[in-house]
T-cell receptor, first 115, second 113 residues
Framework: SQTIHQWPATLVQPVGSPLSLECTVEGTSNPNLYWYRQAAGRGLQLLFYSVGIGQISSEVPQNLSASRPQDRQFILSSKKLLLSDSGFYLC??????????????FGPGTRLTVL | AQSVSQHNHHVILSEAASLELGCNYSYGGTVNLFWYVQYPGQHLQLLLKYFSGDPLVKGIKGFEAEFIKSKFSFNLRKPSVQWSDTAEYFCAVNPGGSYIPTFGRGTSLIVHP
C-alpha cells in the first residue's frame, strides 16, 4: 500500500534562517506531487506541484522554492524565512491515471512557526 | 481562473440533525469533484468523489453528495450527524484533464452530543 511521510512534524525557526521540509512517498511510482499551505479559514493554497523528477511548477510567487531530486521525494525550501511563512504545510500526491485519478493523498503535515 | 465557493464557514449542529454543506464552482467544462475531510489531529482524507455517471455519490460514514451540473454545485449531505463528524470539510474541483485541484476555503463543522 502507498504511504506518504513528512518531516519534521513541527518546526520553530528564527526569521532569516533557512528551511528544508521533506516529503517522501512509498508504494507508487511517478506520482504527481504537491505542496500546500493550509491557513485557518483560508483553505488550501497550492504552492508547488511536480509531474516528474526535476519538473517543478510554482503557483504562487513567494519566498519558497521546491525541488524533486528523486521520483518520490519532494522538498520545500527557503533561503531566508519570513514571519509570514509560518503555517501548516501539507504534501500530497496523486496518480495521473487509473482508478484513483486525481484523488489527492495527503501527508500528516508540518507546523512551521517563524519567530 | 476557476474558483470554488463553500458558503458555510462554520456550522454548529446537535447530534441527529441533518447536514448540508454547499459547494459551488465556476468552471464551465467537464469537472472532477471531491469532498475531503480533516478530523481533529488526522490527515486530510477523501470523503467522496464524482467523475461521471450517477450524479448522486455515496461516500464513507453515511455521507453523500449530489452533482447538479446546471447549478455548478456539489453539495455534501448527511441525514443524521454524529459527534464524531466534527471536522473540517473541503470541497475540491479539477477541470477535466487537469491534475491541478482548486480547493474551497473549508467548512468547520462542530457537532454537539
Amino acid at each position: 500500500s502507498q504511504t506518504i511521510h513528512q518531516w519534521p512534524a513541527t518546526l520553530v525557526q528564527p526569521v532569516g534562517s533557512p528551511l528544508s521540509l521533506e516529503c517522501t512517498v512509498e508504494g507508487t511510482s511517478n506520482p504527481n506531487l504537491y505542496w500546500y499551505r493550509q491557513a485557518a479559514g483560508r483553505g488550501l493554497q497550492l504552492l508547488f506541484y511536480s509531474v516528474g523528477i526535476g519538473q517543478i511548477s510554482s503557483e504562487v510567487p513567494q519566498n519558497l522554492s521546491a525541488s524533486r531530486p528523486q521520483d518520490r521525494q519532494f522538498i520545500l525550501s527557503s533561503k531566508k524565512l519570513l514571519l509570514s511563512d509560518s503555517g501548516f504545510y501539507l504534501c500530497a500526491w496523486s496518480v495521473p491515471r487509473g482508478q484513483h485519478y486525481n484523488e489527492q493523498f495527503f501527508g500528516p503535515g508540518t507546523r512551521l512557526t517563524v519567530l | 481562473a476557476q474558483s470554488v465557493s463553500q458558503h458555510n464557514h462554520h456550522v454548529i449542529l446537535s447530534e441527529a440533525a441533518s447536514l448540508e454543506l454547499g459547494c459551488n464552482y465556476s468552471y464551465g467544462g467537464t469537472v472532477n469533484l471531491f469532498w475531503y475531510v480533516q478530523y481533529p489531529g488526522q490527515h486530510l482524507q477523501l470523503l467522496l468523489k464524482y467523475f461521471s455517471g450517477d450524479p448522486l455519490v455515496k461516500g464513507i460514514k453515511g455521507f453523500e453528495a449530489e452533482f447538479i451540473k446546471s447549478k455548478f454545485s456539489f453539495n455534501l449531505r448527511k441525514p443524521s450527524v454524529q459527534w464524531s463528524d466534527t471536522a473540517e470539510y473541503f470541497c475540491a474541483v479539477n477541470p477535466g484533464g487537469s491534475y491541478i485541484p482548486t480547493f474551497g476555503r473549508g467548512t468547520s463543522l462542530i457537532v454537539h452530543p
